[in-house]
């Protein structure tokens, strides 16, 4: 939430604000045990470099922890959401869901300003 004088547009952060993060952090948030590069890359339908490129950005912020580990003698990539990943991502929720209702209700208030002025007024006599 905000107070009074903040605007919910200060904690649109432009880290989640991008379509395929906004994705990846919405698949990790329902993964406690994290997920693997190729899970979240199916999952976000992203070829390999662009989800690389997304995973650096958010490991840069600290959103997101990478581990690299192997399994069947195999090199696997671990991706988790940090606690404190959580908490920013949840803000920013809270912000995108505040300016949401702001424009839905600007653009309801508009529809029925504009039928109402659409609307015929009866004769007068």
């Not at 952090?25 to 662009?50: I, R, W």
């Not at 581990?67 to 995108?96: H, V, W």
Request: proline share 4%; charged share 30%.
């Amino acid at each position: 939430m905000t107070t009074k004088h903040e605007s919910p547009y200060q904690n649109l952060k432009g880290v989640f604000h991008e379509p395929n993060r906004l994705a990846i952090l919405s698949e990790l948030s329902s993964a406690s045990d994290g997920m693997t590069f190729q899970e979240l890359k199916d999952e976000c339908s992203l070829t390999d470099g662009n989800l690389s490129r997304h995973l650096k950005a958010l490991e840069d912020a600290k959103v997101v922890r990478i581990r690299k580990s192997f399994s069947k003698n195999r090199p696997q990539t671990t991706i988790y959401l940090t606690d404190k990943g959580r908490d920013r991502f949840m803000e920013y929720l809270q912000a995108l869901e505040e300016v949401l209702a702001r424009a839905a209700e600007s653009v309801q208030s508009e529809s029925r300003k504009t039928a109402m002025s659409l609307t015929p007024r009866p004769a007068r006599s």
